[in-house]
């Protein structure tokens, strides 16, 4: 946060996780009328302070909700127009479209799935993101030609519960049969 916000501000807070919870709280610092400084304690006492803080936060019972509400005032929307590069308008146009994208069922299904196998199976929290990122790995993957021409993942398709079988007759594709 201090050593970003500027940059995560002129891209439109495009790519930051947690955006939700750290743009209100830009807002709410720059609608400060006294300036705001931030020191780094390294002392072992602060940290073991702060440690069982965080600590007592996340063990409490007590539900707080934070306003998250942004000052209009001092939000300023959308991405920078002056010395952004192209990666960062696409990055932004695809984050858009996917907050309007309704998810698809199964595959929601079959992500939840797979995040608490590995859970078990493995004892270590994935988060969707992991998960779809590790689809294209080149160890674990297996590509299978498309009738398009292109070849994407096995497991990628998968878990988009998206593969089909084809049936050829005399060498003539006839049939696409959805696998279950």
Same mark, same amino acid.
């Given at each position: 946060?201090?050593?970003?916000?500027?940059?995560?501000?002129? =891209?439109?807070?495009?790519? $930051?996780?947690?955006?939700?919870?750290?743009?209100?709280?830009?807002?709410?610092? &720059?609608? &400060?009328?006294?300036?705001?400084?931030?020191?780094? !304690?390294?002392?072992?006492?602060?940290?073991?302070?702060?440690?069982?803080?965080?600590?007592?936060?996340?063990?409490?019972?007590?539900?707080?909700?934070?306003? #998250?509400?942004? !000052?209009?005032?001092?939000?300023?929307?959308?991405?920078?127009?002056?010395?952004?590069? =192209?990666?960062?308008?696409?990055?932004?146009?695809?984050?858009?479209?996917?907050?309007?994208?309704?998810?698809?069922?199964? /595959?929601?299904?079959?992500?939840? =799935? $797979?995040?608490?196998?590995? #859970? &078990?199976?493995? !004892?270590?929290?994935? *988060?969707?993101?992991?998960?779809?990122?590790? /689809? +294209?790995? +080149?160890?674990?993957?297996?590509?299978?030609?498309? #009738?398009?021409? *292109? *070849?994407?993942? #096995?497991?990628?398709?998968?878990?988009?519960?998206?593969? &089909?079988?084809? $049936?050829?007759?005399?060498? +003539?594709?006839?049939?696409?049969?959805? $696998? *279950?």
């Amino acid at each position: 946060m201090t050593k970003k916000l500027r940059t995560w501000e002129d =891209q439109g807070w495009t790519g $930051v996780k947690e955006q939700h919870v750290l743009r209100p709280l830009a807002t709410a610092l &720059r609608a &400060r009328s006294g300036k705001t400084t931030f020191r780094v !304690d390294d002392a072992d006492a602060s940290l073991a302070a702060a440690q069982r803080l965080a600590n007592q936060a996340c063990n409490g019972n007590q539900v707080s909700n934070a306003d #998250l509400t942004l !000052d209009e005032d001092y939000h300023v929307p959308g991405v920078k127009l002056c010395g952004t590069k =192209q990666k960062v308008f696409y990055k932004s146009i695809r984050e858009k479209k996917n907050r309007k994208r309704k998810p698809r069922a199964r /595959t929601e299904k079959r992500i939840k =799935q $797979v995040t608490a196998d590995v #859970l &078990r199976d493995f !004892d270590r929290a994935v *988060t969707p993101e992991e998960i779809w990122t590790s /689809t +294209k790995s +080149k160890d674990i993957s297996y590509n299978i030609p498309q #009738l398009d021409g *292109t *070849t994407p993942p #096995l497991i990628f398709l998968h878990l988009l519960e998206e593969h &089909r079988a084809v $049936v050829v007759i005399g060498g +003539k594709v006839s049939v696409h049969l959805p $696998v *279950t």
